[in-house]
C-alpha cells in the first residue's frame, strides 16, 4: 500500500504502531482513547486530533452546548443560557466548567418518604416562568435544585386523607348551653315575678308596720340608683361627685318625713350647694359637667322619691309601730299609689306582648305599644276604683281619676329612664334584680307617679275642708 493511498475499508484504526508499520502512516485515536477523553473532558482534544489526521472519530457523538465563560463561575450565568439536557451531559458540562455539586440538603423527616411531584421543578421549563423567580433561583440550574426544592411545608406533604380528621377536629364547634327562655318583652317573666313579689312585700311590711323601716329601705334603694346613674354617666366622661350626692340622698327622705315639703326642698338645696362646693374644692377637668350632672341626679331620683313620705306623713309622722289593724290614712294613700303602679307595669306588660303591634315610642323604648298602654289604663282604672271604695271608702271616681293621671306618669318616667339609657348607650343600669335589670329599671315609675299622687290627695283635702 502506497503513502497516498488511504486504508482500506472495514480496517480498524489503531492508536500503536506495529512493528512493520509505515511510519509515515497517519495516527487515528482508538475507540477507548475517544471514549477516555469525553470522560475525562477532553473532548475538545480528542476532536482536534480526529480532524488533524483528517478522519472524524466513529464514536457515538455526544453534543455539548457551549458554555459562556463567566467571571465569577455560574453566578452570572442567565437561566435562559442553558439548554435542556440529560442527566449524562450535565455531568460533562460540569466537569468541563470545573463545578462542584454541592452537598444537599436532606429533607425533613415527615416529607422524605413522599416527593411531590409540584415540588420538584422541571428540567423542561419554559423560559417566562424561570424569568420569574428571584436572582438567587435563576443563579443555579433547575436539576440541581431538586433536592432542596423537595423540602416542601409539612402541610403539603401529608396526603388529603391524614389531615381530614383534623380539620374536622378544628371546626367542629363545643357544645354551648341554652340561654334561658325569655319572653317577648325580653325579661325572665319568673324571676320577674318573683323578684316584683319579694319588693312588693318588702315595702308593703315596713309600711303598715314601722314607717321608720320603710325611711330606711327607701333611702337604700334610692342610694343605689344613684350609683346605677353615676356608672353609667361615666360612658359619656361624666364624673358625679358621689360623696356630696349620696349625703343629700340619705338625708332627704326622712327631712320629708319629719318637716314635711320645706324639709324636703331644704335638703335639696342643701345638697346642691354641697355638689357646687365639693366640685370648686377638686382640681380636675370637666367640673361644670360633673356639677349639673350631681344636680340632676338629686333632683331626679332622691327629691322626686320623697314625695312618697309627703303622702305618708298625711296622718301625722310617727316613730313608733303601728298595726294592720288601724293604718293611718297616709299608708293607705301610698299603698293604693304603689298598686297603681304596679297595675300599670303589670297589665301594660301582658298586654303589651300579647297584642302589642304599633310602637308608642320607636327611638326611645322600641317594646312599648299603644295596646300596651290601653290595657295598663283598663287595668289602673280596675284596681284604683275597688282601692279606693274598699281602702278609703272614697267614692269610685276618685280611683278613676288617679289611674288616669297615675298611668300616663308611670309612663313618662318609665320613658324618661330609657331615654337616658339610650343616650348613654346601656341596656340596663345595672343587673343586681333577675329579671328587672337594675333597682331605677323598677324606681323609674314610681318617680313621676309619687308627685301627681301628692298632688291629686292634696287637692282632694283642700277640697273637703
Known amino acids: ?27 487515528y485515536p482508538s475507540r477507548r482513547a475517544l471514549r477516555d477523553a469525553e470522560r475525562a473532558g477532553s473532548k475538545g482534544s480528542a476532536r482536534s486530533a480526529a480532524d488533524a489526521n483528517g478522519r472524524r472519530p466513529a464514536s457515538r457523538k455526544v453534543p455539548v452546548p457551549p458554555v459562556p465563560a463567566a467571571p465569577e463561575g455560574l453566578s452570572g450565568l442567565p437561566a435562559e443560557a442553558l439548554p435542556p439536557v440529560r442527566r449524562r451531559d450535565i455531568r460533562t458540562r460540569n466537569a468541563v466548567a470545573g463545578w462542584t455539586r454541592p452537598a444537599a440538603v436532606p429533607p425533613p423527616a415527615a416529607v422524605r418518604p413522599a416527593a411531590t411531584p409540584t415540588a420538584a421543578p422541571s428540567a423542561v421549563e419554559p423560559a417566562p416562568t424561570r424569568a420569574a423567580q428571584p436572582p438567587a433561583a435563576q443563579a443555579v440550574p433547575a436539576a440541581q435544585t431538586a433536592p432542596t426544592a423537595q423540602a416542601v411545608p409539612a402541610a403539603q406533604a401529608v396526603p388529603p386523607a391524614q389531615t381530614a380528621p383534623t380539620a374536622q377536629a378544628s371546626t367542629a364547634k363545643p357544645p354551648t348551653a341554652k340561654p334561658p327562655k325569655t319572653s317577648r318583652a325580653g325579661r325572665n317573666l319568673p324571676a320577674a315575678i318573683v323578684v316584683g313579689l319579694g319588693l312588693l312585700i318588702l315595702v308593703l311590711g315596713g309600711l303598715l308596720l314601722y314607717p321608720v323601716a320603710l325611711i330606711v329601705i327607701v333611702a337604700g334603694f334610692a342610694a343605689v340608683g344613684v350609683w346605677e346613674v353615676s356608672r353609667a354617666l361615666l360612658q359619656r366622661r361624666i364624673a358625679v361627685p358621689l360623696a356630696p350626692v349620696l349625703i343629700g340622698t340619705v338625708a332627704m327622705p326622712p327631712a320629708a318625713y319629719f318637716s314635711g315639703a320645706e324639709g324636703l326642698l331644704f335638703a335639696l338645696v ?11 374644692l377638686d382640681p380636675a377637668e370637666g367640673a361644670v359637667p360633673s356639677i349639673f350632672a350631681g344636680v340632676f341626679v338629686l333632683a331626679w331620683i332622691p327629691f322626686m322619691m320623697s314625695f312618697v313620705f309627703l303622702l305618708l306623713r298625711a296622718g301625722g309622722p310617727t316613730t313608733g309601730i303601728t298595726w294592720l289593724s288601724a293604718p293611718h290614712v297616709g ?6 299609689m304603689l298598686l297603681l303602679v304596679v297595675a300599670n307595669d303589670t297589665f301594660g306588660y301582658l298586654v303589651g306582648a300579647t297584642f302589642g303591634k304599633h310602637p308608642m315610642a320607636p327611638k326611645i323604648s322600641p317594646k312599648k305599644s299603644w295596646e300596651g298602654f290601653a290595657g295598663s289604663v283598663a287595668g289602673a282604672v280596675l284596681v284604683g276604683v275597688l282601692a279606693t271604695v274598699f281602702l278609703l271608702g272614697q267614692p269610685w271616681w276618685l280611683g278613676l281619676v288617679l289611674a ?14 330609657s331615654m337616658v339609657k339610650r343616650e348613654l348607650g346601656v341596656k340596663d343600669m345595672s343587673s343586681i334584680l333577675p329579671g328587672h335589670g337594675g333597682v331605677m329599671d323598677r324606681l323609674d315609675s314610681i318617680l313621676f307617679s309619687a308627685p301627681v299622687a301628692f298632688l291629686i290627695f292634696t287637692a282632694l283635702a283642700q277640697i273637703r275642708t
Do not use: F
Open 270 to 280: 342643701a345638697s346642691a350647694v354641697a355638689v357646687l362646693v365639693w366640685r370648686c
Open 331 to 336: 299608708a293607705l294613700q301610698v299603698v293604693i
Open 404 to 417: 288616669v293621671c297615675l298611668v300616663p306618669a308611670g309612663t313618662a318616667g318609665d320613658l324618661a329612664e
Open 1 to 27: 500500500m502506497s503513502d497516498d493511498q488511504p486504508p482500506a475499508a472495514g480496517s480498524a484504526p489503531s492508536g500503536n504502531h506495529g512493528p512493520g508499520a509505515d511510519p509515515g502512516a497517519p495516527n
